[in-house]
């Protein structure tokens, strides 16, 4: 059984962490810290979990006792964790936060689509930004077949959990509700690991939106190709092929096949040379905490899709 500890365990991504490891047939808890949370029952702070777990949130850390810790706390916090405490000897580390995805200090981005291989030999992970993986996951297998010679413009729409737990003037429910925004318009954080990856520099632009709804994104990108629809769509089944999570749509995409699933669901369209290519993925899972548990069992040799049968609503 592997022995897991959580940093961060108030936020969404925490409680989503929590609810795909209680269930995962090869791992469990040790303790989940939270400073604000200390001594409250994690059940009454995510009260999804209410029957699966009588765990209690601590603000104690004991790295000695776990084999995987996950960090979940907010950007920065996770070089600030390190800087106050040594990291033992054959501990793994996921880190969800954007602090190591430059690959700094030993890690390794964590993209399975991307770095399968690599992430199976780490012992410290990157996750990827929740856009990031919607974004890179759409553009890739052109990418790999350097096919991203052109301009490339991306809009993706975020669930208001991608803005964290805590509220603000923007994600609270009267002025997210039957409204949309953009913001950090063509300058977003996640655009540096997207553009590493893909390695496109600066024709890559990209406008994220925030949209209504309460988990998931749905990314439209679209860029010059010569190649014909169905030769694309070869070459991303191709790409995808043992990626147990990725699927090449033969119709459109939308957020509802998605939605409390680790998938992440592509479509393809050829419209006058321009390729448009539709990635949805759920924020919270592929996009972060299922995502991790997807990096935690290629780090310890489990079946990719350990713990991660998750199905999305009928309707």
Same mark, same amino acid.
């Given at each position: 059984?592997?022995?897991?500890?959580?940093?961060?365990?108030?936020?969404?991504?925490?409680?989503?962490?929590?609810?795909?490891?209680?269930?995962?047939?090869?791992?469990?808890?040790?303790?989940?810290?939270?400073?604000?949370?200390?001594?409250?029952?994690?059940?009454?702070?995510?009260?999804?979990?209410?029957?699966?777990?009588?765990?209690?949130?601590?603000?104690?850390?004991?790295?000695?006792?776990?084999?995987?810790?996950?960090?979940?706390?907010?950007?920065?916090?996770?070089?600030?964790?390190?800087?106050?405490?040594?990291?033992?000897?054959?501990?793994?580390?996921?880190?969800?936060?954007?602090?190591?995805?430059?690959?700094?200090?030993?890690?390794?981005?964590?993209?399975?689509?991307?770095?399968?291989?690599?992430?199976?030999?780490?012992?410290?992970?990157?996750?990827?930004?929740?856009?990031?993986?919607?974004? #890179?996951?759409? +553009?890739?297998?052109?990418?790999?077949?350097?096919? !991203?010679?052109?301009?490339?413009?991306? $809009? /993706? *729409?975020?669930?208001?959990?991608?803005?964290?737990?805590?509220?603000?003037?923007?994600?609270?429910?009267?002025?997210?509700?039957?409204?949309?925004?953009?913001?950090?318009?063509?300058?977003?954080?996640?655009?540096?690991?997207?553009?590493?990856?893909?390695?496109?520099?600066?024709?890559?632009?990209?406008?994220?939106?925030?949209?209504?709804?309460?988990?998931?994104?749905?990314?439209?990108?679209?860029?010059?190709?010569?190649?014909?629809?169905?030769?694309?769509?070869?070459?991303?089944?191709?790409?995808?092929?043992?990626?147990?999570?990725?699927?090449?749509?033969?119709?459109?995409?939308?957020?509802?096949?998605?939605?409390?699933?680790?998938?992440?669901?592509?479509?393809?369209?050829?419209? #006058?040379?321009? +390729?448009?290519?539709?990635?949805?993925?759920?924020? !919270?899972?592929?996009?972060?905490?299922? $995502? /991790? *548990?997807?990096?935690?069992?290629?780090?310890?040799?489990?079946?990719?899709?350990?713990?991660?049968?998750?199905?999305?609503?009928?309707?």
């Amino acid at each position: 059984m592997i022995r897991t500890g959580i940093i961060g365990g108030a936020g969404y991504t925490a409680g989503e962490l929590v609810r795909l490891l209680v269930n995962h047939p090869e791992a469990g808890i040790a303790w989940i810290h939270s400073e604000s949370q200390a001594g409250k029952p994690v059940a009454e702070h995510h009260p999804g979990l209410v029957g699966d777990t009588d765990l209690v949130f601590t603000d104690q850390v004991n790295l000695e006792g776990i084999d995987v810790l996950f960090l979940c706390s907010a950007h920065g916090k996770s070089r600030e964790f390190w800087e106050e405490h040594p990291c033992p000897e054959g501990l793994k580390v996921i880190d969800l936060a954007q602090d190591f995805r430059d690959e700094s200090d030993g890690y390794v981005y964590g993209l399975p689509e991307r770095n399968r291989e690599r992430i199976a030999a780490a012992r410290k992970v990157a996750n990827p930004g929740c856009f990031a993986t919607a974004l #890179q996951l759409a +553009l890739l297998p052109l990418a790999d077949a350097g096919l !991203l010679q052109g301009e490339i413009h991306v $809009q /993706a *729409v975020t669930g208001s959990t991608g803005a964290g737990v805590k509220p603000s003037a923007t994600t609270h429910f009267s002025w997210r509700s039957n409204n949309l925004s953009a913001y950090k318009v063509l300058t977003h954080q996640h655009l540096a690991e997207i553009r590493r990856s893909l390695g496109v520099g600066d024709n890559l632009h990209f406008i994220p939106v925030r949209g209504d709804f309460a988990r998931g994104i749905f990314a439209v990108a679209q860029t010059p190709c010569t190649l014909s629809l169905e030769e694309v769509k070869a070459l991303y089944e191709s790409f995808y092929a043992s990626a147990p999570f990725t699927w090449v749509l033969s119709g459109p995409a939308d957020l509802k096949q998605v939605v409390n699933t680790n998938k992440c669901l592509i479509s393809l369209e050829m419209v #006058q040379g321009q +390729l448009v290519v539709t990635s949805v993925i759920d924020n !919270l899972l592929k996009g972060a905490s299922g $995502q /991790a *548990v997807q990096n935690m069992n290629l780090m310890f040799s489990l079946p990719e899709t350990a713990g991660l049968r998750l199905k999305a609503s009928a309707f």
